[in-house]
């Protein structure tokens, strides 16, 4: 039986998950050039295919110092794609490929340091959502904190951004400054200028991920996913304004913030009048909801319409657009949003499509609804008007032509849009006033599914039309046990899909349960779950 | 012109005899080549041996200093036929090209070349693309050498074997008149690694010298009665001489090991993940010292049956690991065993899975099976480290232990399920093919919904999200002829889908000659963005560059109705979605007869960033007026329905937090990364969706003129909205 020797020796494993374009090719290119400078056997390899447009991939390395080859007198054979439990550290460029390589068993306690950067860049399925389809990156950070032996995270992409450099920079800075390999921040600073390209921003890049990574806490923290309501000033400046202010600061604690951001939103919109057309609306929503025992519900109702009835007031119609799109701040927006310098001159182009339906919106009511209904006039409109159109804001010609159309606003209570827009704000607060004296829940619901509502002409239609069958389904339900749970769970729906396939098959369900069970009683158990 | 340069990747092919080479596998194939004396090389391109042909396109210097002839061929099946110049002259000729999907095209002129047989050396490196990360059906390689009878090599996967197997393989090829096929996985393409060089060498006998004095030798043409002596000759002289060769050389490799009564039968390719997995069991070492003997086939087609009885000799049992099906290897061991009434038990895919790939876990618990069941002694130990109790019994100990209770298994890891999306490729930031599927989605939203036969290439993405569109794909070029069928009176006609590259390969008489001869009823839409993209960007011939080694702007409109055409729709810039979509409505309703062609023209945007980038800096530079364009959304306009994304799917359109208290929805936003392209404005349009986007046309370095025309503007604007913010500020909560 012959000898065999096993010789000393354990390769440092590490794995990159990176996305097609991010550099995760570039980062395991210098971890092998600086291993190798620094002595080491270090083989990279890789599978990126296909994945390089766009997609998620992994690249792999083995670094092993040469002393042990020459120890064990024949060149090393290094794996060539990472084994689950046996991986030192793992760097991922995207928050969810940190949670990908924890779910293909890559990141162990006993062992593995993990570096994620905590930006998202969000995949179609979370950006195509007709809602918000963002996934919650704390269970990432959640699964991290058990998996990882040591897990850092923070957000790579801006520290990159910041030095104006790439994320391969700041990614390599953390790697150094979580001394989870065995080489000096020189040895890494010297692969960055070896390469030649960028290299100040590269640098200034990389400090800051080491900065980060040497000064990060054993134990990161989550990441706040709140978002902010406004604070309630203590005056305003104008006296009306400060008696809206002053009515807003008598409605419960509760509401005053989204108060505030309505008023704000009004004024803004229209003028102090219809703000204080918004409160007195809110006022009597807040008398119904206090009878209803609002303030054991922590005035729910009030808070939702709140939200919503401003929203409502605010529709965006034709003049909206054309007051936002010449506002100096929006001018002001653009320049810093693409970055142009001093100096640089920036012109916007807006891509419009004019409607007949937007025009006789922002016509008076008789001539709008005259408009609409003539055949002939309004299909020579039609044919005249209705084509996509590049308007140039930044030239004197757009500007005034659009600024004159914001200027319409002083008519805009006189406008076919605005008649249509408040019988339908009327219906709807009738509706949710009328169902929330019998049931709290399903009307606070029936406020909150105005929510439906947005975008324009197409995409408002198709809003308006599912909101209006959550709202005939708000009536049936109206009298059931967790009629609210379901109107929630229809409200998911519709926004889960944009052909509403997922509003169709929950709706079809709530029908067909009914009929096989004979009883409404059958509802709460036939729901499904959002 | 490739996507990436390789101008330093060339230099390393003129490294010098003696020194070391450092780069990736497929470079060091490149380098092989040259070593080898190699007269001619062609392909055609596609990961993972992309780099191969891109090297040599930039190397046009030092290949014509050799005497070497580089083509980039016009598919596989040209390839292939290009080694026909081995078959008469004693020049070495090599052939590239992806997988079995290239292997499928090229098989017409392979049978052909293996029937008769070869003088020069021939070599077909195929890339193997099986596994993660592969772009195409799974399927073996293996297949093809078997039923034209071409020698398989698999080497292990470090830059000395992949380079020794070249010219082992060019050997070969000539001491056994059979063509040779070197298979090439994905991960030792891309491997970084080491081997040290020799002197490039000029071919001894030159296409010239062929030119110069032709030769012919009806033997080698197959054609009866000819062909029915190659198959006899195949069996009788080429085989025999080809194990002789095998065995000689000592191609394939024996690794001795202590437990003696058991052994590891391997495909050369899998060599460095059977010691990974042998070193997490605690038997191998991290440089190929295993306690478990291995018999390495570094060639995997033949068998040389005396090795395999040699191997088995006094073994109780040896474990198999040949990756993919079916099982060729391991039935062929069988047979041998059992011819030569060998008890020695075989394992393989019975402790191994029958499909999918070998990684390194699925074979250390192959091994660990196979081990328990025939050595289990073999599992209980571990002490023979060179320093009693070394590193790496620490090591493999723990990866024992987390193996043991797999965090996978933990509930918060278990939840990301719930989190972590799928993240499928997907057209690049810009890409002009974009804006054809927005307008293919809006036109079946007027028309309805069509049967749409999708082709290889970029274009491909169209059947993920957020575009949903295409039922099929065939195989590359295949678009037109997959809707050949549907060549039937309806109302609805079917759409197909094919890129340039594609057309070019075979589509233009697969596809557009098919169509024509059958009256085709059919659309068919051709993506011309100027490159093969999907492979990296190569030249071919319809590109618009001044390739000074090609022949290119050739028109596709051209050859189309050379091929007898009528209905040809030009749209020389994608982005225009209306109008694209328009063509396509025009195109699924016209009353004319045959097939529909639109040719739909815009360069691929990842290679014109790339050439048109640098000059703009330098324009910038030189201080001249040039206008930069992006996009962006008006978050307070937009209202968050995402219905711009579903029709766009751009990296670069994203969404982001309102900031306003009251909009609930993430409302749209486009990063840093846009180009400009101009397709979510066009999008926005043509669907009629909102307002909210514009484009900002930064102008840097303005004219006198434009200063003054701005200051005029701004004199006016400014008044204009100092007036409105006044107002809002006076009402200011």
Known sequence: ?530 | MAERSFKKEVQQLRIPAGEEFRGEGILAVTKALLQSGVGYVAGYQGSPISHLMDVLADAKEILDELGVHFEASASEATAAATLAASVHYPIRGAVTWKSTVGTNVASDALANLASGGVTGGALIIIGEDYGEGSSIMQERSHAFAMKSQMWLLDPRPNLESIVKAVEDGFELSEASSTPVMLEMRIRSCHVHGRFITRENRRPAFSLADALANPRRDTGRIVLPPASFLHEHEKIRDRWPAAVKFIRERKLNEFFDGDFEDVGLILQGGLYNGVIRGLQLLGLADSFGNSRIPLYVMNVTYPVIDDQVLEFCDGKRAVLLLEEGQPDFIEQNLHAILRKAGVATKLAGKDVLPMAGEYTTQVMRDGIEAFLKANEPRALATGEHTADGRGHDQAACESAQKSAAVPITFHPNVQALASVVPPRPAGFCTGCPERPIFAAMKLAQADLGEHHISCDIGCHLFSILPPFNLGATTMGYGLGAASSSAFNVKHGKRSISVMGDGGFWHNGLTSGIGNAVFNKNDGVIVIVDNFYSSATGGQDILSSRADNPDRTTKNPIEKAIRGAGVKWVRTIDRTYDVARMRDTLEEALTTTADGPKVIIAQSECMLNKQRRVKPLFNKAVKAGERVVKERFGVDPDVCTGDHACIRLSGCPSLSVKDSGDPLKEDPVAHVDSSCVGCGNCGEVAEAAVLCPSFYRADIIHNPTFRDRFVARMRGAVIGWLQRRRAARLARFAL
Not at chain 1, 308 to 323: C, T
Not at chain 1, 369 to 398: D, H, P
Not at chain 1, 399 to 404: C, E, H, N, W
Request: aromatic share 6%; charged share 25%.
């Open chain 1, 1 to 530: 039986m012959s000898q065999i020797v096993l010789h000393p020796g354990t390769p440092i494993k590490i794995a990159i998950l990176a996305m097609g374009g991010q550099g995760g090719g570039v980062l395991a290119d210098w971890t092998v050039e600086m291993a190798e400078a620094a002595g080491w056997w270090a083989q990279t390899t890789s599978v990126p295919g296909v994945a390089q447009r766009t997609g998620a991939t992994i690249y792999y390395v083995e670094l092993l110092p040469e002393s042990a080859a020459q120890a064990a007198g024949r060149p090393p054979a290094l794996a060539m794609m990472p084994t689950p439990g046996d991986v030192d550290l793992v760097v991922a460029a995207e928050l969810m490929e940190a949670g990908r390589a924890m779910q293909r068993g890559l990141v162990t306690p006993d062992r593995t340091t993990l570096i994620t950067s905590t930006h998202r860049s969000y995949a179609v399925a979370e950006k195509a959502a007709p809602g918000n389809g963002i996934a919650d990156p704390n269970k990432v950070i959640d699964a991290g904190r058990e998996a990882a032996k040591r897990l850092l995270c923070f957000d790579l992409q801006q520290l990159a951004e910041r030095a104006g450099s790439v994320i391969s920079a700041s990614l390599f800075g953390a790697i150094a400054g979580s001394g989870a390999l065995p080489f000096a921040r020189d040895a890494f600073e010297e692969t960055i200028r070896h390469g030649g390209v960028g290299v100040e921003a590269s640098l200034r890049a990389f400090a800051l991920g080491f900065e980060a990574a040497a000064s990060a806490p054993a134990e990161p923290a989550p990441i706040n996913t709140s978002r902010a309501l406004p604070d309630v000033p203590g005056h305003a400046a104008d006296p009306r304004v400060q008696a809206l202010l002053d009515d807003v600061r008598r409605f419960p604690t509760a509401a005053q913030p989204l108060l505030v951001a309505g008023v704000r939103r009004l004024i803004d919109y229209q003028d102090v009048a219809y703000a204080q057309d918004y409160l007195r609306t809110l006022q009597g929503l807040r008398e119904l909801d206090a009878k209803a025992g609002g303030d054991a519900r922590d005035w729910a109702l009030t808070q939702a319409a709140a939200r919503y009835v401003a929203v409502a007031m605010s529709y965006d119609d034709v003049i909206r657009v054309a007051d936002l799109k010449t506002r100096g701040s929006r001018f002001e927006r653009v320049r810093s949003e693409v970055g142009a310098k001093a100096g640089q001159l920036v012109y916007t182009t807006e891509f419009m499509h004019p409607r007949l339906e937007e025009i006789c919106g922002t016509l008076p009511a008789p001539l709008g609804r005259w408009l609409e209904n003539s055949k002939a006039v309004g299909g020579f409109i039609r044919r005249r008007v209705e084509k996509g159109r590049r308007v140039q804001t930044g030239t004197l010609t757009w500007f005034l032509a659009l600024y004159g159309v914001a200027g319409m606003r002083r008519f805009r209570r006189a406008t076919l849009r605005h008649r249509i827009e408040t019988a339908h704000l009327r219906d709807w607060l009738e509706r949710a006033t009328r169902i929330a004296a019998a049931d709290y829940a399903l009307g606070v619901e029936v406020l909150n599914c105005r929510r439906l509502i947005k975008g324009y002409s197409g995409t408002h239609d198709r809003g308006d039309k599912r909101f209006e069958r959550l709202m005939s389904a708000a009536d049936r339900l109206l009298g059931q046990p967790d009629a609210a749970a379901t109107l929630r769970g229809l409200r998911e729906a519709a926004l889960a899909d944009e052909e509403g396939k997922a509003l169709d098959a929950q709706l079809a369900q709530l029908l067909r349960g009914r009929a096989a069970a004979g009883s409404p009683q059958a509802l709460d158990t036939r729901r499904v779950a959002a």
